[in-house]
């Protein structure tokens, strides 16, 4: 390894911090956040460029006319990079906020679009914002039905971090009263469209076991005083999210955390800066710190600490560990038992269902609402009862298309583009968000012989779809579709999209949490059994991935995990 890196210290003593974390998306702007807060002087590296609150989104405030294609992306664009251009929120906007395919190479044995976005930030600029608390069955769910292992926490456990976070980033809802979504600490929700009420109203009527509510999201309704402090500020409903908000409107490692934690003066960001793998000093046996290639000068520097933690986003986090070899851990960093990238697993999004509803054609809806109605899931809740383990989410909108001129002739003439003008009929579409079952053979692993731009091993995808995957699937399109005919809907139509794992964007598992050291890579705390200065927070630390949206839950754990590593550097147990 030496022979390849061309090393600068530039002395300890200025490279050394209490703390390090890698990483500086969601889970890596709350460690970072939480240290400072405490006083701990932390290091924040990022791989990509700096992006800056209000100074570095671009194209915020462009109106469509103001770009060349009108926002959408050039033939050759997309064909160059055909994984990103996948994503929803990839466009002529947005796509100076994402890797692009040929710059960041990664080898699948198996279809996997891997959807990453290098800047300070990460993809806390693009998240879709959805946020639901986990509840007592998701956490109990592994040891009840046997499968992955038994979390080494309870919903009790992470309850009050769930309420912390949440009055930091500003959670808009309602108080619902549901045991399998429990309430979190809400701002005013959005309220649902005419449709959307009759279509919930019904559901609700026709099945005792199904809750039809509207969604929650880190956008700020109506702000108190700690976001306003912040520098926030009300959400626009412009739904212009993904290319940065400049009013703060939805919660953001730029927009909150980041900021609050350079407030403190504890905070040193360094972007452009590729983390190469975690130091491990055999003797101390504990991780001293970690080795830093400079994005663009690709010098390497290495930096000290007392903890790190690895935030660096599921698979990049499952690449740093997998490359931190040493005489004590040959095979990555913890990795003892031969875990270390094993039992990957996702969200299930292949289902849709859409239809048109004969709605009142005088009424209509104001903005661009950032969520919808969605209903918990009503599978295997209290036990196991259908041919597939766990279940699946509901997410529903609707919504009125343009007028396209019933009866004209031709699509063309003034008659037309006056049709266009008008408001069409009602739609409405369903879609699931399915809970798959983490597997030993869904992995990833380092390439042997093909590196990145900076010497480092590329990473390698075996991750797939089950049959538990696609029952799962196929009970959501015979369910969605006969909660959408007893609500009056018509036209009902299902599809599968056979999309490949992965635009999902919710990727967990790899270093997953856990009570035995034989069995899983951390502890309670995020903490590596056996390296106990390195924590992981992000999705990589998950040991399943429930049916709700994950990123509220990597907050939580986020905070609860900083907290407990502040206590244990001041009884100087790490």
């Not at 050394?16 to 590296?45: F, M, N, P």
């Not at 000290?304 to 933690?309: E, L, M, Q, S």
Request: proline share 4%; hydrophobic share 35%; with cysteine.
């Amino acid at each position: 390894m030496g022979d390849t890196l061309n090393i600068s210290n530039k002395g300890v003593q200025q490279n050394t911090y209490d703390a390090i974390v890698i990483g500086s998306g969601i889970s890596g702007g709350w460690a970072a956040k939480e240290l400072c807060d405490h006083g701990i002087k932390t290091l924040l590296l990022e791989r990509g460029k700096n992006v800056v609150h209000l100074k570095d989104y671009p194209t915020a405030t462009k109106a469509p006319w103001e770009f060349p294609h009108r926002g959408e992306m050039p033939l050759q664009v997309t064909q160059e990079n055909a994984v990103v251009s996948r994503c929803y929120a990839f466009g002529e906007a947005t796509q100076h906020f994402f890797v692009k395919d040929k710059e960041h190479p990664y080898i699948q044995e198996k279809p996997f679009d891997w959807i990453r976005g290098y800047q300070v930030g990460g993809k806390s600029l693009l998240w879709a914002r959805q946020t639901q608390r986990w509840s007592k069955f998701d956490f109990e769910g592994p040891a009840r039905d046997g499968y992955a292992v038994d979390w080494p926490i309870r919903y009790d456990d992470l309850a009050p971090w769930y309420s912390h976070v949440e009055k930091f980033a500003g959670i808009s809802g309602n108080y619902d009263g549901l045991e399998t979504l429990p309430d979190s600490e809400f701002l005013p929700a959005w309220e649902m469209n005419c449709v959307e009420k009759d279509i919930a109203q019904k559901i609700n009527a026709a099945y005792k076991d199904r809750n039809v509510i509207q969604g929650r999201c880190a956008h700020l309704t109506k702000p108190n005083q700690i976001h306003i402090d912040q520098g926030r500020t009300q959400c626009q409903a412009r739904s212009l999210c993904e290319r940065g908000c400049p009013f703060g409107g939805y919660f953001s490692s730029n927009a909150s955390t980041i900021p609050w934690a350079l407030k403190t003066g504890n905070l040193t960001i360094q972007p452009e800066s590729v983390v190469h793998s975690i130091i491990y000093d055999d003797k101390k046996d504990k991780a001293i710190g970690v080795r830093v290639i400079n994005t663009n000068t690709k010098q390497t520097t290495e930096y000290f600490a007392k903890i790190i933690f690895v935030n660096a986003a599921c698979f990049n986090s499952n690449l740093i560990l997998l490359n931190s070899t040493s005489n004590r851990f040959p095979n990555g960093l913890g990795n003892d038992n031969g875990l270390l990238g094993k039992y990957i697993a996702f969200h299930n999004y292949r289902g849709t269902v859409s239809a048109s509803y004969d709605g009142p054609m005088d009424k209509y809806y104001y903005g661009r609402r950032p969520t919808q109605p969605m209903m918990p899931n009503f599978r295997n809740v209290y036990k196991q009862e259908m041919d597939f383990l766990r279940g699946y989410m509901c997410f529903y909108g609707a919504g009125r298309g343009r007028g396209f001129g019933d009866g004209l002739d031709a699509e063309i003439g003034g008659a037309y583009k006056d049709a266009l003008t008008e408001a069409g009929n009602w739609y409405v579409s369903m879609m699931m968000q399915g809970e798959t079952i983490p597997k030993e053979t869904n992995h990833v692993s380092l390439s042997k012989d093909k590196k990145d731009g900076w010497g480092i091993p590329q990473l390698v995808f075996d991750v797939d779809y089950d049959e538990n995957d696609v029952k799962s699937m196929n009970d959501f399109l015979t369910q969605a579709s006969e909660m959408l005919d007893k609500a009056g809907c018509k036209n009902i139509r299902q599809h599968d999209s056979e999309q490949a794992p992965g635009l999902d964007i919710h990727e967990m598992g790899g270093v997953r949490m856990g009570k035995n050291p034989k069995t899983s890579m951390l502890n309670a705390y995020n903490q590596f059994h056996n390296c106990k200065n390195v924590f992981v927070t992000d999705g990589a630390c998950m040991t399943s991935t429930s049916t709700q949206n994950p990123s509220l839950t990597f907050m939580a754990l986020t905070a609860r995990a900083a907290n407990y590593a502040v206590e244990q550097l001041k009884k100087q147990d790490i």
